[in-house]
């Protein structure tokens, strides 16, 4: 259902960043940046002879002397260990074997997933140089010579990683439930959200853990329909002791956003706004997910006639990169329009699957270049031919046109704007393709 995941783990200054930008920029460029969303980038769609997967760059595991950090610093390693399907332990051949890899090998052998031993910085073409053969002490098998400078190595890497992946699994036309992931940065009340839609809708089908990407399904049967929620439980309450520690939570969202239909991104009313709130939701846009935004605690806040709408317009301005989302204000404790938001779960699912024919299309094209004309640039006119929709999930429509440099952005956007308002597809990202005449789709 969802893509698998590698994590790249290693102690810090051994090149993972280095090896992770060159695996992903590569072999499949990241999802483009979406205006407004500000986040790390630790996370990035790779793509090998046929095979796809997500890969994580999880930052430096670095036992230090005070016991406090050093556990929790174990623990964010952990985390990214138990969300990925296999691993890549970096080393790096110049510094040779040291004891803080030795203690990574040992964590690592006792996640019993698999692991490739990554000695990095093999700049040079040619024999293997003869440090390499140290790396064999760490008990992890043949190490793979990779320079993630000049990309040297990583395609028997990459093949040899594809080879061990599970295969990711279609989707079942039978199956009509709809996967929900409910989203969001530690303690905004997500699990209590589930909890409470377990302990209401007593029509249970199973409550099954230990997937694979340590997420608990709940399958839920009501009047609205058959659902099944992954509750990212693993999130944690943030670590005050260090700020890293969130960095890697965002690891099992990731993991859900994949293979969920609908995510419901779950904002507290007590903090308001956040930017971690902007890591998640952006990936849940860029994965074309339809997405729903729960306010939640909304029985904790102090409020007068005024206080929902000044929430909405603000929310609205925080969120403009996905301004297609509709809000709702909840309370998980109380119950508070938990129905209402089932409703709102059948509805963006069904705008995420919606599929417009190319007639409508087209009528639709003609009525807004009849209105806004299209741009022009040095006597020569953006001419688009006819439009097309090629896929759902998130729909996504093709525009032949005879120059796509005069197919300036704000255009395209009044485009979209003009679908919007004609067959609404709320709560669902759309996406634009533009192509020149003869060019495949």
């Not at 046929?50 to 230090?64: K, Y």
């Not at 964010?76 to 040779?96: P, W």
């Not at 099992?252 to 939701?281: H, N, P, W, Y």
């Not at 097309?388 to 005069?406: A, D, G, W």
Request: charged letters at 25%.
């Amino acid at each position: 259902m969802g893509k698998p995941i590698v994590a790249i783990v290693g102690r810090p200054n051994v090149g993972k960043s280095t090896l992770f930008n060159k695996l992903v920029g590569q072999r499949l460029a990241i999802v483009e940046d979406t205006p407004g969303v500000t986040r790390d980038r630790i996370y990035g769609n790779c793509e090998w002879q046929d095979r796809s997967f997500m890969l994580i760059d999880t930052g430096g595991i670095e036992p230090r002397a005070d016991d406090v950090l050093l556990r929790h610093m174990r623990q964010q390693a952990q985390l990214a260990i138990e969300t990925a399907d296999a691993i890549l332990f970096v080393t790096d051949l110049r510094s040779g074997v040291t004891a803080q890899d030795q203690d990574i090998a040992a964590m690592l052998m006792r996640s019993g997933k698999p692991v490739f031993l990554v000695v990095n910085k093999v700049d040079n073409v040619g024999e293997p140089p003869i440090e390499l053969y140290d790396f064999y002490s760490l008990g992890m098998g043949e190490p793979f010579p990779v320079s993630s400078v000049h990309g040297h190595g990583t395609g028997d890497l990459l093949e040899a990683v594809c080879e061990c992946l599970p295969k990711e699994q279609e989707e079942s036309e039978e199956n009509d439930r709809i996967g929900v992931a409910v989203i969001g940065r530690p303690n905004v009340g997500k699990s209590s959200l589930v909890n409470h839609i377990l302990g209401e809708n007593r029509m249970i089908v199973a409550n099954e853990a230990g997937t694979t990407r340590d997420a608990v399904d709940s399958e839920v049967d009501n009047k609205y329909g058959k659902f099944t929620f992954i509750d990212t439980a693993g999130l944690r309450k943030r670590n005050k002791v260090e700020d890293g520690v969130e960095r890697y939570s965002v690891l099992r969202s990731l993991a859900a956003v994949e293979r969920a239909q609908v995510c419901v991104i779950m904002i507290d009313a007590t903090v308001g706004f956040t930017e971690q709130d902007s890591k998640v939701a952006g990936y849940a846009h860029e994965q074309g997910k339809a997405c729903i935004i729960a306010v939640n605690k909304w029985d904790a806040i102090e409020k007068d006639d005024r206080t929902m709408d000044e929430q909405r317009k603000k929310l609205m301005n925080d969120f403009s990169f996905m301004s297609y989302a509709p809000i709702i204000f909840i309370s998980a404790k109380t119950g508070q329009r938990v129905d209402r938001l089932f409703e709102l779960i059948k509805f963006v699912d069904t705008q995420n699957a919606m599929r417009v024919t190319t007639g409508m299309l087209n009528d639709l094209l003609a009525r807004a270049t009849a209105r806004v004309q299209p741009p022009s640039d040095k006597g020569k006119r953006l001419k688009i031919y006819y439009m097309t929709q090629i896929s759902t999930r998130p729909p996504t429509f093709v525009c032949f046109c005879n120059s796509k440099q005069l197919f300036h952005f704000s255009y395209v956007r009044y485009l979209e704007n003009q679908i919007r308002e004609t067959f609404g597809l709320e709560g669902t990202p759309i996406r634009m393709l533009l192509r020149e005449r003869g060019e495949k789709v």
